[in-house]
């Protein structure tokens, strides 16, 4: 088997391994299938792999909402330099596990105002997506007397080239179009606010080095210039992301040395024009969507007009991202496998499907696989990330899968 992910998990006996575990053990030790287990080790490596190119000034955030699991967000925060949350609910998670109000910053479009009192009063970092968030803030810090910190999420001008998921550029809801924000940026300077700085998010799930360099340096330019209207010295740049994962056939690892290399040209222009800026990169998915692996059994075996279907006990309730229902145009295979049985005696081609009462139901479709049988386990890979969370857990009633770390 020649996954892009496979190099993460080992085999032994034919059996795939998390955590130093054979996946029938973990299976049992989870007590039932459907289940998703996430590896620290491998959520280690990526956060190293990461340290090791990039720049030392560059902050590390995980932004939570790729995996939201208490035990996932404590890991992550004892690897990262903070935590970006994009609900008051994870903001409840990010506290929870322990984070510095001081780390966290708060980003999201349609803040209620109990959103907003919540993250004044834990002191984080709003990034202020709309000139009413501003306003009521501001009504809150008359109120309360409290300054609450607020950096400016910026629409861009320009977007993420071929990214898997575009949040800038062109009309948006996400932040404030690039060139409103001089004259946000004078109304904040007349109101009780901390004044923190920018943050820019131009895309998602970006394979390819020169389009990620390209938006860094439009980024910093577009953050530089808007420096100028500043109401105060800029304590906080976010960068973004956007550094994709491999998830479909042909699909490599990204290179980051290029983005490295890059950023480490940019720091010196962020220093001239943001001295004393702290630089956030923030990454969801890049972290930990590699590290996760969603497991169910094989419930039947059919053969419809001479193509074989697994049906199994998990589906598009539980991984809509594989199903390829959250956000593909075209639908494209997440890499599976049997996972008792890696390579097998037998292989064939077959399709995984779910127990849903809809043709969207789809795991895989018509990919090679060790001949499987009922009680054998499918195994998803690249799961780690937008799984669990992402998926609609009440659609048929199923009960919702188990989430195990090891
Ligand atoms: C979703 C999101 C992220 C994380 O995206 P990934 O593709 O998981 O890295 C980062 N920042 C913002 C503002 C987001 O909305």
């Not at 049992?28 to 956060?47: H, I, L, N, Q, S």
Request: glycine share 10%; with cysteine.
């Amino acid at each position: 088997m020649k996954h892009a992910a496979q190099p993460w998990f080992e085999i032994a006996d034919d059996c795939l391994r998390a955590g130093g575990r054979a996946l029938t053990d973990l299976a049992a030790t989870a007590g039932r299938t459907p289940f998703y287990v996430y590896d620290r080790a491998v959520m280690d490596r990526k956060v190293e792999a990461l340290r090791r190119v990039l720049p030392a000034e560059i902050h590390l955030h995980y932004a939570i909402k790729a995996n939201p699991m208490p035990e996932v967000v404590r890991h992550m925060l004892g690897l990262v330099d903070g935590l970006d949350v994009a609900s008051a609910g994870e903001l409840r998670t990010a506290l929870g596990a322990g984070a510095d109000p001081a780390d966290v910053s708060f980003a999201g479009p349609g803040k209620t105002e109990e959103e907003l009192e919540y993250a004044a009063a834990s002191d984080i970092t709003l990034n202020v997506e709309s000139e009413r968030e501003i306003e009521v803030l501001a009504a809150i810090a008359q109120r309360t007397g409290r300054k609450p910190k607020v950096a400016v999420r910026v629409n861009p001008d320009f977007e993420l080239k071929t990214s898997g998921m575009k949040m800038g550029g062109g009309p948006k809801q996400f932040g404030i179009d690039a060139e409103r924000v001089p004259e946000v940026l004078r109304r904040i300077g007349a109101l009780p606010l901390e004044f923190r700085g920018f943050h820019i998010f131009s895309g998602s799930q970006n394979l390819r080095p020169e389009a990620i360099i390209e938006a860094q340096q439009k980024t910093v330019a577009l953050a530089a210039r808007l420096a100028q209207d500043a109401p105060a010295p800029v304590t906080l740049l976010n960068i973004g992301g956007g550094l994709g994962i491999p998830y479909f056939p042909g699909e490599q690892p990204l290179d980051l040395e290029p983005i490295a290399a890059n950023l480490r040209a940019l720091i010196p222009d962020i220093r001239r024009a943001m001295p004393g800026a702290e630089i956030v990169l923030e990454l969801g998915r890049y972290l930990v969507g590699e590290s996760g692996l969603y497991v169910c059994r094989v419930i039947d075996r059919k053969i419809s007009r001479g193509q074989v279907f697994l049906v199994t006990d998990g589906g598009l309730h539980h991984h809509l991202a594989a199903s390829g229902n959250f956000g593909q145009v075209l639908r494209k295979n997440y890499p599976v496998a049997i996972g008792n049985r890696m390579q097998g005696s037998e292989r064939e081609i077959a399709s995984v499907v779910g127990p849903l009462c809809t043709p969207l139901d789809l795991l895989g479709d018509r990919v090679e696989l060790a001949r499987a049988d009922i009680g054998d386990l499918v195994v998803v890979f690249q799961s780690g990330a937008y799984g669990f969370t992402a998926s609609p857990l009440g659609f048929l009633s199923h009960p919702a899968p188990i989430e195990i770390v090891v």
